[in-house]
């Protein structure tokens, strides 16, 4: 990981939760205060002594001026809140004696700062553990023996020891053991999983069965887990449209509030009775439900193993139409099976595909897996790469066993053996995928390979209608005729294949200005039309980076069927959001007219509104179900 990547993955995780401690400590002071002055004043007044209004009114002061506070740094933002209603409330109680109101809006506002932390704090656990588990150094096997290296030292080829306990730091594969990882963090699997050797293992699993090594394929800075780290600081960043559009709706609330209180003072003459009203007021379920619910929605969604990266990609989703379907790696396996290997100058099938394995445990592309696969369920004895070099979407060259090996297309591989691969490519059926083999300058052979449809795609395509979705296209670089043939047998609404990214790009602005758009792909070339949808889905478990980082939703889990798990997550929390937004107001809004005509005290008044505040707080957390 390099050291800024580094850097950041180690602290945000503290700077987030010490400065969620000290929010909790502040509020927890103000409460113990506030009920402190409420319990003493109490039983001096219950006493006769006439310090109780005293004690009540300096048990409000210290909420009242850590109130001022956040409101002026609020102001200096632009943000006009709500919290204004609640120093007028205490000020007011103050101005007028009405010290015993004051300290119990004092109570009641510190209480629900306090219960408003702890509801962030736990919608937003899912998403925060993320971040706790970022490994800061590994054991790497060099020359003298093993050594412990930092992770920005680890470079792609290297391999490692991991031991139990441990989380690993970078993407690889299996090279010697049977690797039992926990993957909870990463897709919400509760069981752990067994990997065979060759088997590809992401960044961030932890290890709960013996040790074993690992090749890793890429650099830490470049890993799965260094991405998601990347993605969830944005998700924690972000402010959600929905909740800007509370903010100003808190504004029309707020005028609505004086009004009331305003006019209640005018037509009784006594200004308890526009305190009473102000009190009801404080503090508002608008400002309270909605950030509530949205992190809870996007918890829900990374525990299912679906990477939501803000608020509004969440609304943004809950209105998606639309769905355009990438065929390879979305669709389709994206690991390709081996239907013949194509031997010359002497070499086995066994041979080759054993050569061009052991090189592919360097290697992060996808049909690197298959070969590792399906070396690994012929029994063949992987050897490590060494001097690797590889050129994405070309091919990758290494040493081994003293041989240098040469695996890619066949131009790649032809410029260093000095040979025509295609002479036996030739008669592939469409859509499959060859592979050259060269082993010391001579060229030994081609591996035939092609993709199959994902075993969950039909159901996944029905659960997506299901959850809303009405338009499902297929928009694929492929073959035009394969992606018919795909297509059809799927019953999609539309089939565009031969399409470079760029024709992608204006398939997804075409559907886009029609209804929301949600963009679904793997690899590079998908980049820019996730960019361009109303949501771009990345395949993020071995999706391309580029993918994962231009997407707004990337799927943890290598599957397609919790698309739909998030559409319906998406649509539950907004109607949550919305729910709680309106039962609070329409319930402020009576109690402030009841108050308005004298029928509900201040002190009465703020226990109603707390009453409230809780019940849509509690209401916004069912997101979390």
């Known amino acids: 990981m390099s050291a800024p990547v580094a850097k950041l993955g180690a602290s945000w995780p503290a700077r987030f939760h010490l400065t969620g401690l000290r929010h909790e400590q502040r509020d927890l002071i103000l409460v113990a205060i506030a009920l402190a002055g409420l319990a003493l004043g109490g039983w001096l007044w219950w006493a006769e002594e006439p310090r109780a ?171 799965t887990y260094a991405g998601i780290v990347r993605l969830v600081e944005t998700a924690q960043a972000s402010k959600a449209p929905m909740a800007r559009l509370a903010d100003r709706y808190a504004m029309g609330f707020l005028v609505l509030t004086l009004a009331i209180a305003g006019a209640a003072w005018l037509v009784s003459g006594d200004p308890v009775t526009m305190l009473a009203v102000l009190v009801v007021a404080t503090p508002c379920p608008l400002i309270l439900a909605v950030p509530v619910a949205i992190i809870s929605g996007i918890s829900r969604a990374a525990k299912d193993g679906i990477l939501v990266k803000n608020g509004g990609t969440l609304e943004a989703l809950a209105r998606v139409k639309t769905t355009i379907l990438d065929k390879t790696g979305t669709l389709t396996d994206g690991r390709a099976t081996i239907t013949e290997i194509r031997t010359t100058h002497g070499f086995s099938a066994d041979e080759v595909l054993r050569l061009a394995a052991s090189l592919d445990q360097a290697s992060a592309h996808t049909v690197a897996d298959s ?109 035009d005729q394969i992606a018919r043939t795909v297509g059809d047998g799927l019953g999609v609404d539309q089939v565009l294949g031969d399409l470079t990214p760029e024709g992608k790009v204006d398939v997804v602005r075409r559907e886009a200005a029609q209804q929301p758009t949600m963009m679904v792909g793997d690899g590079v070339n998908d980049a820019p039309a996730l960019a361009a949808a109303s949501v771009g889905v990345a395949m993020g478990a071995r999706g391309a980076a580029a993918s994962s980082e231009a997407a707004s939703v990337v799927l943890l889990v290598d599957r397609l069927f919790p698309l739909a798990s998030a559409l319906k997550t998406a649509r539950r929390t907004r109607a949550i959001a919305l729910q709680s937004v309106l039962v609070g107001l329409g319930l402020s809004i009576a109690g402030m007219i009841v108050a308005a005509f004298g029928y509900l005290p201040p002190v ?22």
């Open 53 to 223: 209004g005293l004690v009540w009114a300096l048990a409000t002061v210290p909420v009242l001026l850590a109130l001022l506070l956040q409101i002026a740094r609020s102001l200096r933002r632009g943000d006009v809140g709500l919290d204004i209603v609640a120093a007028l409330s205490m000020s007011v109680a103050l101005l007028f004696g009405e010290s015993l109101a004051g300290n119990v809006v004092a109570l009641m506002y510190a209480g629900g700062q306090l219960l408003e932390t702890f509801a962030e704090g736990r919608a937003g656990r899912e998403m925060t553990a993320l971040l706790g588990r970022v490994a800061h150094s590994a054991m790497r096997y060099d020359e003298n023996g093993l050594g412990d290296v930092p992770i920005a030292a680890i470079r792609q080829g290297d391999r490692l020891l991991m031991r139990t306990g441990e989380v690993l730091p970078v993407d690889g594969h299996v090279a010697e053991g049977v690797a039992v990882v926990d993957l909870s963090a990463l897709t919400g699997e509760s069981l752990p999983k067994m990997l065979e050797r060759g088997a590809l293992v992401f960044s961030g699993a932890t290890v709960v069965g013996s040790p074993f090594d690992v090749i890793t394929s890429r650099p830490a800075a470049e890993s």
């Open 371 to 479: 070969l590792i696969r399906a070396a690994s369920e012929r029994g063949l004895a992987l050897s490590p790469p060494r001097g690797v070099v590889e050129r994405p979407g070309k091919g990758i060259e290494g040493t081994i066993e003293g041989r240098r090996v040469a695996v890619g297309g066949g131009g790649y591989v032809g410029r260093r053996s000095e040979a025509d691969p295609d002479t036996l490519a030739t008669g592939t059926p469409p859509g499959a995928l060859v592979v050259a083999v060269a082993v010391a300058g001579v060229f030994a052979g081609v591996i035939v390979l092609q993709d199959r449809l994902r075993s969950d795609v039909p159901a996944t395509l029905a659960a997506l209608r299901g959850a809303g979705i009405s338009r499902i296209v297929l928009a694929t670089g492929d073959l």
């Open 604 to 625: 009465q008044g703020a226990v109603f509104q707390e009453a409230i505040d809780i019940v849509v707080i509690l209401n916004a957390l069912r997101a979390l179900r």
